[in-house]
């Protein structure tokens, strides 16, 4: 069974941090990695997508992958009170037919 | 809107009944994707779909749950006579030709909120 495993939290931080969220997963065929938010009630909402070893900014966002550690990971920098929301790391499947989502980390962050 | 669109966002259904969720991906999407979210649960893969294909259903229950994206009109998810184990949120995504570069980069709808009483 292909898992992709996350901490679920919750992660706290005060406003203006850096919070960190991490994942690992199974699959080494996995070529295409996630990360999605959602908020309580509402869909899954794509912020990052990384296929490279090494580091991939976005705005306030970093996607980090490192494939020989099959490891993932979100940083999250000046964080905001509307940043508060489940963050889903997923992987593709080898086939790519398919995500294969973790359970989700839920991150609260403080005003 | 060229959003995911799907319908109904919340669905009550008596067990054994059918109930139908209906899917249109964004515009210029031609793949096709169902997840179920079970409280406390994390999304799960159900089915992919491609116009008049299905590519691959592995995560699809063998029985009552069938899946298809016919050549005109939305993806239709029909899960028969249902039980209240079936109540949960199903997510429909799609996704772009994947000659595009974002390779599997899938993009959810609203969802559908299914009660099985």
């Known amino acids: 069974q292909k898992e992709v495993e996350q901490n679920s939290g919750p992660l706290s931080v005060p406003e203006g941090a850096i919070a960190s969220l991490n994942c690992t997963y199974s699959d080494r065929g996995s070529q295409s990695f996630f990360w999605y938010r959602q908020y309580s009630g509402k869909s899954p909402e794509l912020i990052m997508s990384i296929y490279s070893n090494g580091d991939k900014e976005d705005g306030r966002f970093t996607a980090q992958l490192n494939k020989a550690s099959q490891y993932v990971s979100l940083l999250i920098r000046d964080s905001q009170p509307s940043d508060s929301a489940t963050y889903l790391c997923a992987a593709d499947n080898q086939a790519g037919t398919a995500l294969i989502f973790g359970k989700g980390t839920t991150l609260s962050v403080s005003s | 809107n060229a959003g995911v669109m799907q319908n109904p966002r919340h669905l009550v259904r008596r067990r054994g009944q059918e109930a139908r969720l209906r899917c249109s991906p964004m515009k210029g999407h031609s793949h096709v994707y169902w997840y179920r979210q079970l409280p406390e649960e994390g999304l799960k893969f159900m089915v992919y779909l491609q116009k008049e294909n299905i590519i691959d259903e592995s995560g699809m229950p063998k029985e009552r749950f069938s899946a298809e994206f016919p050549k005109e009109g939305p993806s239709i998810l029909r899960i028969q006579q249902v039980v209240r184990g079936d109540s949960a949120a199903y997510f429909c995504?799609?996704?772009?030709?994947?000659?595009?570069?974002?390779?599997?980069?899938?993009?959810f709808g609203p969802g559908t909120r299914l009660t099985v009483l």
């Open positions: 995504a799609s996704s772009p030709e994947w000659t595009s570069g974002a390779y599997n980069e899938q993009f």
